[in-house]
């Protein structure tokens, strides 16, 4: 029973939910550190899993093991420099998922073989990175897709940090039509995967050989 529900949709579900949580707060913090109060007074400097879920992404995990959470809102009239912070509090999401990743990661490597007692429960090994690989492949997927340069996506605005101030306009005049390129490229054409898996299955394949030591897919 305890391996099928660690092997299950339990799992994925509960990766997702930590994955979301990890990689919004850390978007709240970076915001805080860079000094703007806005995501503390709106409640979401917080690992609550709560305060970052949003309805209709809930429904969405349940059903198909893909959701999203609440945008963490920040004010850039706050930060010293709103173009470089913006990016960096951007780029906080992913990292966090990235390191997240790393650390459950090694822990897979370093069990035993066997069994692990937690007071009076034996749990066997196997069922325990059950349910720490969806951990490791949700985060790294997580990251890898929230990196791609399209608005709403993270990685828009981490270009736009990045990028001249001679392209800035140029760069920001394409975020009206970021939900559009994004159904896009969601989109599948023909009998394969979508254009967007197409790109990010191969940075994430990477990601996870390196960290787990075999491939996934």
Known sequence: MLSEILSGNYSWFIALIIAITIHEFSHALAAERLGDPTPRLMKRLTLNPLAHLDPLGTFFMLITRFGWGKPVIFDPFNLKDPRRDAAI???????????????????????????????????????????????????????????????????????????????VKEWYGLERYGVIFLLFLLLPFGPGASILQSIITPPISFLLQIMLGFRIF
């Open 89 to 167: 509090i951007s780029l906080a999401g992913p990292v966090s998922n990235i390191l997240l990743a790393f650390v459950v990661s090694l822990v897979i490597r370093f069990l035993p073989i066997g069994a692990i007692s937690f007071g009076p429960l034996l749990i066997a090994t196997k069922d325990v990175i059950g349910f720490l690989l969806p951990i490791v492949f949700i985060n790294v997927s997580l990251a890898v897709f929230n990196l791609v340069p399209i608005h709403p996506l993270d990685g828009f605005k981490i270009v736009g940090g990045l990028l001249p101030d001679s392209y």
